[in-house]
Structures are given as structure tokens and as C-alpha cells.
């Protein structure tokens, strides 16, 4: 096990890239750390492989500090975002390297750059020299030459964002079943919120330095710890709408900035301020705008996704995104009505999730 502990890092006086990180990675785990650009992702790579120094912090293995050993003694295998090949030597050659240097006989050698080339889909190319590679051929070739290798940590940094959509799928299957059946450790760097669910057993969200939450993917969908965790698993995302608890003659309910009652709060929260309401598109149920007790709204627009709609339905000044079956038709301006259950509002204070006993 891998652990970063209250590692901080700053570049420079002024850039902070971590603040006071936790983290520990498991053996034999694939994780993923998702943030924008800028968050800190590369750095968090970089300390593990030892091509950086934390500030202040320490980096251990199995609870022994590793903080003051070179990279070559850290047992990780990187590949780079921005990758460097062997220009003279063909891509087999390239593929080999490491694996020569290892010292490993050429019969396993050549096997192993055989199934490396075939799960990156570029077995026709080991004979070319890279110059004569397209960007997304010379990605894989680099990928493939940092996982060709025993390691005992694979430090991968958005290795794959520079594919295509479909060659982009197609390959972060083949790495994922390449690292169970390697049993490795893996850490992924991805901007890609869909990737990083699909892909992590467990996922890191990370936002200007700070790990927002750490979980599997369904405990992030489940139990977001913040409105920037709940607005990033999903899909379509979560919807939000300011509201405040009164007191009404039927229990607290939640009004929205129309004054319009939404639901009945799900647990006590009267006194909260800054009160949001987090609405997943199932939550919500689409009714004629006239039915009684039903959320007043009009519709501004539908997207089609083919296997269904997503309509975004403006109500007290929020947008909010229900799914739709794929014969249910809406026009823009249309008036609808909402009926949402109590039960599936996920509530959040100043940004921070709310729990407390759903009644
Ligand atoms: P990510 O990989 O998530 O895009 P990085 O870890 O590369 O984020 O960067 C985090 C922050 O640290 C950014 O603000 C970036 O500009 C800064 N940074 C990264 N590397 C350096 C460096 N070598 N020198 C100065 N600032 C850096
Ligand atoms: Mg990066």
C-alpha cells in the first residue's frame, strides 16, 4: 500500500498545487483520480514516483516512509501525458527496451511485447520507426512501454486522452482487464468524469489541490459529500435548486425562490441556511402542469440522446433535468408540473452534504 500523508505541495512561492492530501492506494486496486486541469493530478504521480518532493508531508509503502528514496528505488512504472519515444528505434524495439534493460531473455521479451501490442491494438505497427505514427498510435506505444514491465505501482497520467471517442472506449476496457489479469496496482489520471466510474474500483476527486472524497463509484453517487462531487457523478448530472425550510400546516416543507413548495423536507433542517436541493433526474416525476401539489415549471429545452430525452425544466430561477422516455414529447415554453419524492433529495448546506434521518 501506497500513502501519502498531509502532503502538502507547493511550487514556487505562490502555487499551491496539494493542500494537506491524504491518500492511500491499495495493492492490487485501480484507482482513479479525476480533477480538472490544474488540480493536481500529475503532482500526485510525480511525489509517488519520486520525481518530486512534497513540501512538507510524507510519502510511505507498506508504512515505511519512501520520501527519501531516488525514483529508480520506488518501484513504479509512469507513462507520461506528454510522452517521449525512441525516434531511431522501431515501435517493437521501443516496446523491448525496458524489458532489455531488466535483463530478460528475447524469447519472453518477444511474447511480452506481442500481447502488449495486441491489447493497445497496434500489432501491424511494430516495425515502424514512430516518426512514421499517427498521435494516437504513438500514445499507445508510450503506454505500452510503461506497462510492459513488472512494477509495483503503474502510474498512469491521462494516458489515453488523446484518443479518439471510440478508440478511447475501446482501449480503457482492455487496460482495465490487462490489470486485473496483471494484479496490479494502478493509479489513472483521467478529466473524464465517465472514464474515472467506469474504470476505478475506487475514484479520487480532486478540485485545486484538495481530495473532495474518496469512494467507490457507487458511494460517490450514493452519498456525495459535496455539491462538486454530486454535481460530477451522474449522468445527466445532479440537478440543484436554493431553497428554504418554513414550517406550513402540513410539517416543514422546502420552498424554492418562487415561494412554491417542492417536497416536504426529508429530515429537520429548519434554520439551515444556504440550503440546496440535489435532484438526480429519477427523483423527479413529469405530471400535467395543472396536478395539485405538483412543482409549477416550464420546459426551456430537450436533448436528444437516442435511447432517451432530457428535458431542462425552469422553476423559481433553477434549471432542472429530468430524464424523459424516448416517445414522450416536449416543446420549449410548454408549462409541466413535478411531483418529487422526499426521500431521493440529497440536501447540502453551503455546499456540503446534509445527512441526518429520513422521516
Ligand atoms: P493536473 O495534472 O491535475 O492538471 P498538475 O499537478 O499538473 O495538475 O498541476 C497542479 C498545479 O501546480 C497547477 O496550478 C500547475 O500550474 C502547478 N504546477 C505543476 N507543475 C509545476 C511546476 N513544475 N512548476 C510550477 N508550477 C507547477
Ligand atoms: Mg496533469
Not at 517493437?92 to 519472453?108: I, T
Not at 475501446?170 to 489479469?181: G, I, N, S, T
Not at 414522450?328 to 440529497?346: A, N, S, Y
Amino acid at each position: 500500500m501506497y500513502a501519502l500523508i498531509d502532503v502538502h505541495k507547493r511550487y514556487g512561492l505562490r502555487t499551491v498545487a496539494l493542500r494537506k492530501l491524504n491518500l492511500e492506494i491499495r495493492h492490487r486496486e485501480f484507482f482513479v483520480l479525476y480533477g480538472p486541469a490544474g488540480a493536481g493530478k500529475s503532482t500526485i504521480l510525480n511525489l509517488i514516483a519520486g520525481l518530486t518532493k512534497p513540501t512538507s508531508g510524507d510519502i510511505s509503502r507498506d508504512g515505511v516512509s519512501i520520501a527519501h528514496l531516488p525514483p529508480e528505488r520506488r518501484g513504479a512504472a509512469m507513462a507520461f501525458e506528454n510522452y517521449a519515444l525512441y525516434s531511431h528505434l522501431s515501435v517493437a524495439e521501443n516496446l523491448a527496451f525496458p524489458l532489455r534493460a531488466a535483463g530478460l531473455d528475447r524469447s519472453e521479451i518477444e511474447s511480452r511485447v506481442k500481447r502488449i501490442a495486441s491489447v493497445l491494438g497496434i500489432p501491424h505497427v511494430l516495425d515502424r520507426r514512430p516518426g512514421f505514427l499517427s498521435g494516437g498510435q504513438r500514445q499507445r506505444v508510450a503506454l505500452g512501454r510503461a506497462i510492459i514491465r513488472p512494477a509495483d505501482i503503474y502510474l498512469l497520467d491521462e494516458p489515453i486522452g488523446h484518443l479518439d471517442a471510440k478508440l478511447r472506449h475501446r482501449m480503457r476496457a482492455e487496460l482495465k482487464a490487462l490489470a486485473v489479469e496483471m494484479n496490479a496496482t494502478v493509479v489513472f489520471t483521467t478529466t473524464s468524469s465517465k472514464e474515472a466510474l467506469a474504470l476505478g474500483d475506487r475514484v479520487g476527486i480532486l478540485n485545486s489541490g484538495r481530495l473532495e472524497q474518496v469512494g467507490t463509484p457507487a458511494e460517490l453517487y450514493n452519498s456525495p459529500a459535496n455539491t462538486f462531487v454530486a454535481s460530477f457523478v451522474g449522468d445527466p448530472p445532479m440537478s440543484f435548486l436554493s431553497v428554504t425550510a418554513r414550517r406550513s400546516s402540513d410539517g416543514v416543507k422546502l420552498y424554492n425562490g418562487d415561494g412554491q413548495a417542492i417536497a416536504s423536507a426529508p429530515f429537520d433542517v429548519l434554520g439551515r441556511t444556504a440550503l440546496k436541493a440535489g435532484l438526480r433526474s429519477n427523483a423527479i416525476q413529469l405530471v400535467d402542469a395543472q396536478t395539485s401539489g405538483a412543482l409549477k415549471g416550464s420546459v426551456q429545452v430537450v436533448e436528444h440522446l437516442g435511447h432517451s430525452n432530457i428535458a431542462v425544466i425552469a422553476a423559481g430561477g433553477d434549471s432542472i433535468q429530468v430524464s424523459l422516455p424516448a416517445d414522450r414529447r416536449l416543446k420549449p415554453g410548454e408549462p409541466v408540473g413535478m411531483i418529487i419524492d422526499p426521500r431521493q433529495i440529497h440536501l447540502f448546506a453551503d455546499e456540503r452534504a446534509l445527512v441526518g434521518e429520513h422521516v
